[in-house]
T-cell receptor, first 119, second 112 residues
Framework: AQKVTQAQTEISVVEKEDVTLDCVYE???????LFWYKQPPSGELVFLIR??????QNEISGRYSWNFQKSTSSFNFTITASQVVDSAVYFC????????????????FGQGTILTVHP | DTEVTQTPKHLVMGMTNKKSLKCEQH?????MYWYKQKAKKPPELMFV???????INESVPSRFSPECPNSSLLNLHLHALQPEDSALYLC???????????FGEGSRLTVL
């Protein structure tokens, strides 16, 4: 069975601080995708990044960066110089490549981390 | 703005009512999903449609009835719901072969 653990339930920082959200996953599959989604108060889940299990290259997108380490089954997300607009719930998710013929379409979500950035 | 549109954004219904949630996308995605999200919890998969055919039903009670009339539309028909069914219902779509789901803003349902 697949499992995603986000150990940090809530994080509170002051604007301009750097913050790292942890994600640890469990899967028996050798091929899978990992994702991060952001859910602001409006409710929509906003896709941030997808990482293929074969690609361990770290990625940076503006103030966001991701550190994927297959050896420790971790896919951590760092926000540099946080801003108030970063306040949201962040979900890490793992795809199931064998779900009903719709490969990679079924996501297992972590419990989410509530990030609050104070001015 | 999201390219997956859900209506209505808010819905209040009684336990004897029949209502429907609607989802529309024009990105050409052939896989569409319904997820249910309770407060302070992650989304949980309910149904998956692939090429307009139901491919996954995660043991959802029959009071929830999905329908995919065409490749752009996905409906969720609601009948005889319970108060515990109150939640945010999220629709999503995905390009076949790709991994990421694109979500709508959700329909927040309250059952009285």
């Amino acid at each position: 069975a697949q499992k995603v653990t986000q150990a940090q339930t809530e994080i509170s920082v002051v604007e301009k601080e750097d913050v790292t959200l942890d994600c640890v996953y469990e899967t028996r599959d050798t091929t899978y995708y990992l994702f991060w989604y952001k859910q602001p108060p409006s409710g929509e889940l906003v896709f941030l990044i997808r990482r293929n299990s074969f690609d361990e290259q770290n990625e940076i997108s503006g103030r966001y960066s991701w550190n994927f380490q297959k050896s420790t089954s971790s896919f951590n997300f760092t926000i540099t110089a946080s801003q108030v607009v970063d306040s949201a719930v962040y979900f890490c998710a793992l795809s199931d490549p064998n779900a009903g013929g719709t490969s990679y379409g079924k996501l297992t979500f972590g419990q989410g981390t509530i990030l609050t950035v104070h001015p | 703005d999201t390219e997956v549109t859900q209506t209505p954004k808010h819905l209040v219904m009684g336990m004897t009512n029949k209502k429907s949630l609607k989802c529309e996308q024009h990105m050409g995605h052939r896989a569409m999903y319904w997820y249910k999200q309770k407060a302070k919890k992650p989304p949980e998969l309910m149904f998956v449609y692939s090429y307009e055919k139901l491919s996954i039903n995660e043991s959802v009670p029959s009071r929830f009835s999905p329908e995919c009339p065409n490749s752009s539309l996905l409906n969720l028909h609601l009948h005889a719901l319970q108060p515990e069914d109150s939640a945010l219902y999220l629709c999503a779509s995905r390009i076949q072969g790709s991994g990421e789901l694109f979500f709508g803003e959700g329909s927040r349902l309250t059952v009285l």
